[in-house]
């Protein structure tokens, strides 16, 4: 059978938010973690707690001072605090959503209730141990540079040089974020540029604004919509018959461990 994509702790809804720690090795023990409760809109599937399909994590990333901490803060609350201060170590957000997936011909297909993890790394040098130790556990990646510094965008590069020696494959799901989109004249990095780098990547990019909400939600929507349609790649390809799967059929294969290559 073929390896999946994803190890199989993604699917389980049953993860502690510490997993991994202990896999840490640096000299900076500060963790810190900030847990948000998100309210579901009324019309969305109610959730309560341990009750969803999906726990995902995902991990945004870049320079200091690109304002991700800011972009997660009004993703998760639908709110801009521009006094933040700068991440050290590790912080954490959540919140739950109801992904709907695609039928035939384009059709609504079912809707998944999703836990979102949503890890805010630390942009220094000096936290670079601790935050890549989380890039192999993460399913998609939220990688930042702020529109109005010509030096985090050269940078990008950089931090795709260490995802795709610490993720999980070396082709993860990302998405290219410019953000300080309503910083016009400051600008440094222009559109074209952006697009450039992310076509060379082959991911999505957007330009937004945490201070706004400009394609925030967009911008994680789209990379949900990625890790969602290669999870359901991966089930379908892993499915066998149940005299071959021990009775499991459509389970993943725990026995196997996940190699470092993205395809099913």
């Known amino acids: 059978m073929s390896t999946p994509a994803y190890p199989k702790y993604f699917f389980s809804p049953f993860v502690d938010v510490f997993y991994g720690m202990h896999d840490v090795e640096t000299d900076h023990k500060t963790i810190l973690v900030t847990v948000t409760e998100d309210t579901m809109p009324a019309e969305s599937i109610t959730m309560t707690d ?74 220094q040098e000096r936290f670079r141990s601790l935050t890549t130790a989380f890039f192999r556990d ?32 070396e082709n ?23 697009r450039d780098l992310a076509d060379k990547y082959g991911i999505p990019y957007f330009e937004t604004s945490a201070a706004t909400g400009q394609n925030v939600e967009k911008a994680v929507e789209t990379l949900l919509d990625l890790i969602m349609k290669r999870m359901e790649q991966c089930v379908e390809k892993t499915q066998v018959p149940d005299t071959v799967n021990g009775g499991n059929s459509g389970k993943l294969d725990g026995e196997k461990p996940a190699e470092k290559k993205c395809g099913c």
């Open 50 to 123: 341990g009750d969803y399909d999906y726990l995902i994590k995902l991990l945004a990333l870049g320079d200091s001072g690109v304002g991700k901490t800011t972009f997660l803060y009004r993703y998760t609350d639908n709110k801009f605090n521009p006094k933040f201060i700068t991440t050290v170590g590790i912080d954490f957000r959540e919140k739950r959503v109801v992904y709907n997936a695609q039928g035939p011909n384009g059709s609504s297909g079912k809707a998944f209730k999703v836990h979102l993890q949503l890890w805010d790394t630390a942009g």
């Open 138 to 169: 993460a399913m998609g990646f939220l990688l930042m540079f702020d529109l109005t510094s010509q030096q985090s965008f050269l940078n990008v590069r950089n931090w795709m040089s260490q995802l795709q020696a610490n993720a999980y494959c």
């Open 172 to 194: 993860p799901d990302i998405v290219l974020i410019g953000n300080k989109a309503d910083l016009p004249d400051q600008r440094e990095v222009n559109e074209r540029q952006a």
